[in-house]
Each structure stands twice: as C-alpha cells, then as structure tokens.
C-alpha cells in the first residue's frame, strides 16, 4: 500500500526521490545546514518509504548524539579543553615561526566571534575576554589553559590536577 510520507521530495513526477527534513533549530548552528537533504536513488516510492522510514531514525539518533555533545560542550571540562587545543596542535613550537596551533585556534575563536563585537575591540584579541563573546565553556578552559590562568597536569593516579593559582608564596590546586 503506497503512503504518502512527509518528508518524501520528488522535483519532477518521474524524478528522484528524495528525503527532506528541517534540521531542529538547536542543532542549526552546530550542523551548518537549515534543512537535511539526500537523495535515496530511487523512482520507485515503495522503496523510497522504506529507506526514508531508515534514513529517519538515523537522523533521529545522530541528532541526539549532537544535543549531547553539544551539552557536554558548553559546559566543558579541562579534559575536553586539552583535547581541543590538541586538536590545533597548540603548544607545537616551528623552528623561527612559533606556535602555529595557537594562531589558528585564536582565529578559529575570533571568526566565531560577531561583527559589532569585533568593531567595539577593533578586531584585538581582547574580544576574546569580553563578556559578550561567542565561547563555549570548553573553549573559555582552553583559552585559560593558554593564557596560563590554569595548568593542568596528571598525577600518578590518572587525576587531572589544576594548578588554579601559582605565586611567590607556594600555589594552590586542586583534584578533579
């Protein structure tokens, strides 16, 4: 029995069909895309309902895995920030040219970061500490990871321990 589907797309009545759905408006950002499109090569509408009816919960399934992610993200923890700042090589020194990861990932932080934001600090990194920056918490810890504000470091027990604070009388840390 053919069914109409809702998120069933054909351009033309003997072209391909495709799936279409709108991408939830929390995950628009993380995904770069308004609507998921793909094209289940088929004319047959049959077996189009059946790959759709699989393509969906899929989708369904991926999406959550971004809202958690996403979640684990913003709020972020100093492992996630080492793992970021792994990601762009920070700390990587280039014989005569310095630490390359570092400047990528300070522009990766300042293209996220608003126009009128941007023209208030006339383009400076100082953006990066405004209150009205587009960080994620994740991105706030690595960026203190940088600066210096927090070390982290593994102690024989394979606890993170942070070094919150560092000066001429002794330091201050603490065990996650």
Not at 105 to 120: A, G, N, R, V
Not at 134 to 140: A, F, Q, R, S, V
Request: glycine residues 8%.
């Amino acid at each position: 029995m053919l069914v109409r589907m809702k998120h069933l797309y054909q351009k033309t009545p003997t072209g391909v069909i495709y799936f279409r759905k709108r991408v939830p408006t929390d995950l628009i950002e993380l995904t770069g895309k308004k609507v998921y499109m793909v094209s289940l090569r088929t004319h047959d509408m049959l077996k189009a309902q059946a790959k759709a009816r699989a393509l969906a919960s899929e989708l369904e399934v991926e999406w959550a895995k971004l809202r958690t992610t996403e979640e684990a993200f913003q709020t972020g923890s100093f492992k996630d920030a080492q793992a970021l700042l792994d990601r762009y090589d920070v700390g990587t020194l280039v014989d005569g040219i310095g630490d390359l990861g570092q400047d990528r990932f300070i522009d990766f932080l300042m293209d996220k970061q608003p126009q009128s934001l941007l023209k208030e600090h006339e383009g400076s990194y100082s953006t990066l500490d405004d209150s009205g920056a587009n960080l994620t918490g994740t991105e706030n810890k690595a960026l203190q990871v940088m600066d210096g504000t927090v070390s982290l470091s593994e102690n024989n027990w394979g606890q993170v321990q942070i070094k919150l604070w560092s000066g001429k009388y002794g330091c201050y840390s603490r065990f996650l």
